[in-house]
């Protein structure tokens, strides 16, 4: 067997360790695809651990792991923006490779830590950070090389879709059921990452980024998160064939979909979506089906057509088989430099970080929320009263959207009748018109609830 | 931009013309990932055609195109396994690298083409080979590198699928579906391959190999097609809570599951399953919602859990995408080569064709048939006598068997009552011994139709 490959693990948290319990389980297997041995040499943790082969060196100086000669890949599982960063960044310079399943990092400093990985030669690698075990970065980046992205749709937050699930299921308030998933361990003493959607834009900025070839743009990400979704609209949702998820979604928007530019309600500006929020989807996609924490993320491109890859978005097991399948990709690749004299002949191997040669990168403007175009679920209360519902589809049609259902219930309070419409895509810039004229008239009353609404069709 | 990268083209059929339009219609979308420029200029074709670019040298002596000096990749998409064996063997020995669509070829003599490659420093690439678009073999051989697999579930037969799919949605009986089938050009004139689950078995020959590091094994896959399923089977699973799907399995068994090895009946054999058949899998999975002429995969595997992959399984644009991630990966390989003076070097780089080192591969015995582990759905039929299913469910708790469900539906013939049973999993053998003692009970008649069942927990 060929030169051992030394890793080092930054952080031993529950990614950490199950970083090392992989290694040790599948051993046999790791050896038998790469060829090579796979060693841990170092661990990087605060305190000493009594629960780790004395073979691996404990150290609690991060840095200096980051530069030992007897490292050839740094594994960052410590998490964070600001000592990771700096770690990463030394890692870089010293030659080493970096596995990481940092996806704050990277959505936020990941233009600036891939150009140093390109300068330096080395690749860092980042499966784990979006989506947990499903492989889809290197899906996005390799198996659809070939394709021209034109949306994709993730359930990327695996806390949100167990909240919505829970919700839909089980008719429980969104506060129970975060409760619930807090002592589980699925969400942080602090939910805002997790249900403010902010953990699901890193994520996607990193999907929308491999999908189009644009540079990391975490800022531009229009995120909304699920702690206004009540069970009411979760159920009328349901009574029309849908289904409110939390979805990710990047869509490549080619500009004046309509050739005659008269219609300037529908008029598509060009550019990118990148948008995080709650969404109906028709409850009969495979999207709309995955429950729980699992995560799923659906590609629409050209000429593939849509395809779904589906699993754990989280936990020990998952996030450790995603690192270590970056692991064995850099195996192959330190593999040949081991055998050859020329180390800088590899550059050719790696996969871009983004999936585009850097000077490659195009820069499409991220669409305003304004921009945006999608179908909307509204709910709208209204006095029982006979024209209410005739003006409300008459201020929708002079603003050009276009109706496809409408549920109207029985009054729930004294006259007042919830009245749901379900309308085609449409630019927000048109819709919230559109509300402000209904919000208005005498016979509404209240804010008009809205959320958005997608075939993935 | 570096050298380019010269494709040659043989077959001109739907997936040859699949990948012209592919590179024609995202040429921009190849250069900005690979950094290069990709060209075809060589096609093999048996007539010469007017709607090929000027530019391309059209050819009906594919022998000569696989030796060209004019090509760096040769392309196979001319199906069978003669012509198309012969002309990747002779590619292969002039050091040209493959990528074929061809499961066929790959299921009956992968071994020995594979091992040619490896002999020549070449790589065949398969992506297209399995489920068309959806990028199963990348998935398996790099992105699930770390785990074990333990089981796989594929519809990997589109035709199947949608049979199976028609036959429930509308209840319409086989024959019928399978004729429309033909007229819409999914299934051929000769279904056999489809409906008899021999394309499902090629596949799945192919998938438990990179699974499980075994040679390819076609000839020991249990193959079992859809012709003899009804609609009345069909009903009575969706009542009870499944669905019958035609699906692949390749499943892992490290044998002696009872510690004890008193229990005969549900004793393992040591050894791996490999099997396509039709199989009630439960209505709530994502497995179970791939519709129509869909594909998927569902992998479980240590320690990332299930993951499911789903997409188009054939047609021109799903073929041509998996074709050319092939493509893209080998371009990154040749990029290199061109690069380095010693293109022996290049040898770490290649992902093993069957994702575990060459002489890595195990001898694991595949299982008989009748060593196979899995639930049951049986259907008795039964003259309405008070002791029948007394003495139906006695024979199958003197042999071990665990039943699950028991649907007893109302007498439709004169006297006569269908029994429906689920059972546990349970080892064939012993099942073929207890379906033995039922049919030869007085108060039941005819034979007793079985279905697998598997609960893909």
């Given at each position: 067997m060929s030169k051992s490959i030394k890793l080092a693990i930054l952080g031993l948290g529950t990614v950490g360790t199950g970083v090392i319990n992989l290694i040790s389980d599948n051993l046999d297997e790791l050896k038998r695809r790469s060829g090579r041995d796979i060693i841990i040499t170092e661990v990087g943790t605060r305190r000493q651990r009594d629960d780790i082969d004395p073979d691996i060196t404990q150290n609690s100086d991060l840095m200096a792991i980051a530069a030992s000669d007897n490292v050839d890949i740094v594994i960052e599982v410590i998490g964070g923006t600001t000592l990771a960063k700096d770690i990463i960044l030394h890692a870089i310079k010293n030659g080493k490779h970096v596995v990481t399943a940092n996806k704050a990092l990277?959505?936020?400093?990941?233009?600036?830590?891939?150009?140093?990985?390109?300068?330096n030669n080395v690749h860092v690698a980042y499966e784990a950070a979006v989506a947990g075990g499903i492989p889809i970065i290197k899906v996005m980046r390799e198996a659809l090389a070939a394709n021209k992205v034109d949306w994709l749709a993730g359930i990327i937050n695996g806390t949100g879709n167990f909240i919505m699930t829970e919700m839909r299921d089980k008719g429980r308030p969104f506060a129970e059921v975060l409760a619930e998933a807090q002592e589980l361990g699925y969400a942080e003493a602090d939910p805002t990452f997790d249900v403010e959607g902010i953990d699901a834009a890193h994520k996607l900025a990193l999907l929308a980024s491999i999908a189009f070839g644009?540079?990391?743009?975490?800022?531009?990400?229009y995120c909304e998160g699920i702690t206004d979704i009540t069970l009411q609209d979760v159920n009328y949702a349901e009574e029309l064939g849908y289904r409110i998820k939390h979805v990710g979604f990047a869509v490549r928007r080619d500009g004046n979909a309509n050739s005659d530019g008269t219609d300037q309600t529908h008029s598509d500006s060009a550019g990118i979506e990148l948008r995080v929020h709650p969404t109906l989807i028709p409850q009969n996609t495979l999207l709309a089906n995955v429950n729980g924490v699992k995560n799923a993320v659906l590609v629409n491109s050209h000429p593939l057509g849509q395809t779904l890859y589906?699993?754990?978005?989280?936990?020990?097991g998952a996030t450790a088989s995603a690192v270590m399948a970056d692991v064995m990709d850099l195996v192959r690749v330190l593999g040949s430099e081991a055998d050859s004299s020329h180390s800088e002949t590899n550059h050719g191997h790696h996969v871009p970080h983004l999936?585009?040669?850097?000077?490659?990168?195009?820069d499409t403007p991220i669409l305003r929320a304004e921009q945006m175009i999608t179908g909307y679920y509204l709910r709208v209360h209204a006095y029982d009263n006979p024209g209410v519902l005739a003006d409300i589809t008459r201020i929708l049609s002079d603003a050009g959207i276009n109706i496809d259902a409408i549920l109207q219930k029985p009054a729930h309070k004294l006259g007042q009748v919830p009245v749901i419409i379900l309308t085609l895509p449409v630019v927000e810039s048109q819709m919230n018109l559109a509300i402000e004229k209904i919000e208005k008239l005498e016979a509404t009353t209240g804010k008009v609830i809205r959320i958005r609404l997608d075939e993935l069709a």
């Open positions: 990277l959505a936020e400093h990941g233009n600036e830590i891939f150009a140093l990985a390109e300068a644009i540079p990391l743009q975490f800022d531009q990400v589906y699993g754990d978005g989280a936990g020990a999936g585009f040669i850097p000077d490659q990168l195009s």
